[in-house]
């Protein structure tokens, strides 16, 4: 019964914005974590943000830093990542995750994750 769904991917152009959501049901919400990590073509999925539980805290790769914003919204188990400024090297596929201990980028140390959704950043 444990859901992370994402949504909101697109095909956007350089400089463009959007806003990720993921939706989560299924275990306690808001005693978790909450990463969004990115896969592009023949890479490694690497972390893009993370987000504590309480929201006290949040984490950025260099690569995003300035650019995104993650947030989340306990009352509706949603997580979001706005994404302003973007690249093409932005392209990937985006997945939400979530993690009973603390907010981190490394990946094993989650044990939900979504589908992923698909961005594309082109002109």
């Known amino acids: 019964q444990v859901q992370l769904v994402e949504s909101g991917g697109g095909l956007v152009q350089p400089g463009g914005s959007l806003r990720l959501s993921c939706a989560a049901s299924?275990?306690?919400?808001?005693?978790?974590?909450i990463g969004w990590f990115r896969q592009a073509p023949g890479k490694e999925r690497e972390g893009v943000s993370c987000i504590s539980s309480s929201a006290g805290s949040t984490y950025y790769a260099d690569s995003v830093k300035g650019r995104f914003t993650i947030s989340r919204d306990n009352a509706k188990n949603t997580v979001y990542l706005q994404m302003n400024s973007l690249k093409p090297e932005d392209t990937a596929v985006y997945y939400c995750?979530?993690?009973?201990?603390?907010?981190?980028?490394?990946?094993?140390?989650?044990?939900?994750w979504g589908q992923g959704t698909q961005v594309t950043v082109s002109s």
């Open positions: 299924g275990f306690t919400f808001g005693a978790y974590a």
């Open positions: 995750a979530a993690n009973p201990r603390v907010a981190t980028l490394i990946r094993y140390q989650y044990d939900y």
